[in-house]
């Protein structure tokens, strides 16, 4: 594993109602709700679940313009992105980059959770959506 990779931080998944699915979690797995919050601007609601280490993110579109909305319509409901923890995000952009994979974020930016992200460039992934997310504020 890279260096400055330390764990998966949660798998996005994109749902049309993110409450229901939560519940059928609870009920088939006893999988608990441990946050909920608005996102990007009111475009998303994301219900955060915890599974050992990682989060379950669901990801539930609010507006039809969104960026989740358009891969809702494209793919259906599955999973969207892998988050991976890195120690120091600016320092992991810099890797990437280097090592070829082109950045969709060229700068950090606020994420869900007390944390700060950056999207990697699918196309240079094989299709494959990663998230580079650095915790900064304990929740």
Known sequence: MAEFITRINHIGVVVFDADQIARQLEKSLGLRVHRVETYGEGQLKLVFLRIGETDLELIEPLR????????????????????????????????????????ADEQPRAGAAGTRIAFLRPESLGGLMLELCETVDDH
Request: aromatic content about 2%; hydrophobic content about 40%; overall charge negative.
């Open 64 to 103: 039809p313009d969104s960026d989740a909305a358009a891969y809702l319509a494209d793919h259906g409901p599955g999973i969207q992105h892998l988050a991976l923890e890195v120690k120091e995000l600016g320092s992991a952009m810099q890797q990437v980059k280097q090592s070829g994979v082109a950045l």
